[in-house]
Antibody
Framework: QVQLVESGGGVVQPGWSLRLSCAAS????????FHWVRQAPGKGLEWVAL???????KYSDSVKGRFTVSRDDSKNIVYLHMNSLRPEDTALYYC??????????????WGQGTLVTVSS | QSVLTQPPSASATPGQRVTISCSGS????????INWYQQLPGTAPKLLIY???KRPSGVPDRFSGSKSGTSASLAITGLQSEDEGGYFC???????????FGGGTKLTVL
């Protein structure tokens, strides 16, 4: 079965960097796009980034220029590199698999999330 | 305007029918398919409806979706206590070149 396991979250100070990982299993990794979606405490869902099967990517305006999404098809892992972190980046970060290779069909399977807290 | 608007809350008694609306614009719902997600308390979101009105395997047919113009709706019939939680709509936005989520609707089963 499809499994997505996020890791790498933690407590950091404003301006610091963090790298999140999403280990995938149970399906042919190379055939799918992936998303990062975050949820601030008590708030709704916010799409952060997507990476298509070929490595092309897109970002929300709130993280563009600070976050980078990448994938390692040899390890079945998706990464989210987060730089210049701000208190408003505090959230539970979900990794989600798209229904298709492009990233335009929407998330079908979700991990359990990893918590990022940005605070001085 | 690139936002998806949902009512913040909805409620109904067990067995009743409830609908949740999602209003957008020509750059998102008006030109792209909509998905609906269910988030039960303390859990990750789960895909409930995709491509406006399709159910993934395992989702009961009590859940249905529809779209008209720049608005969409999720309907739940035969409401059950375990349906209580958050419901989010989502659509690709051509202007933002990214995904948009609605603000979410908290469903209470009275």
């Amino acid at each position: 079965q499809v499994q997505l396991v996020e890791s790498g979250g933690g407590v950091v100070q404003p301006g610091w960097s963090l790298r999140l990982s999403c280990a995938a299993s149970g399906f042919r990794f190379n055939d799918f796009a992936f998303h990062w979606v975050r949820q601030a405490p008590g708030k709704g869902l916010e799409w952060v980034a997507l990476i298509s099967y070929d490595g092309s990517n897109k970002y929300s305006d709130s993280v563009k220029g600070r976050f980078t999404v990448s994938r390692d098809d040899s390890k079945n892992i998706v990464y989210l590199h987060m730089n210049s972190l701000r208190p408003e980046d505090t959230a539970l970060y979900y990794c989600a698999r798209d229904r298709a290779y492009s990233g335009y069909e929407g998330s079908s399977n979700w991990g359990q999330g990893t918590l990022v807290t940005v605070s001085s | 305007q690139s936002v998806l608007t949902q009512p913040p809350s909805a409620s109904a008694t067990p067995g009743q029918r409830v609908t949740i609306s999602c209003s957008g614009s020509s750059s998102n719902i008006g030109s792209n398919a909509i998905n609906w997600y269910q988030q039960l308390p303390g859990t990750a979101p789960k895909l409930l409806i995709y491509s406006n009105n399709k159910r993934p395997s395992g989702v009961p047919d009590r859940f249905s979706g529809s779209k008209s113009g720049t608005s969409a709706s999720l309907a739940i019939t035969g409401l059950q206590s375990e349906d209580e939680g958050g419901y989010f709509c989502a659509a690709w936005d051509d202007s933002l070149n990214g995904w948009l989520f609605g603000g979410g609707t908290k469903l209470t089963v009275l």
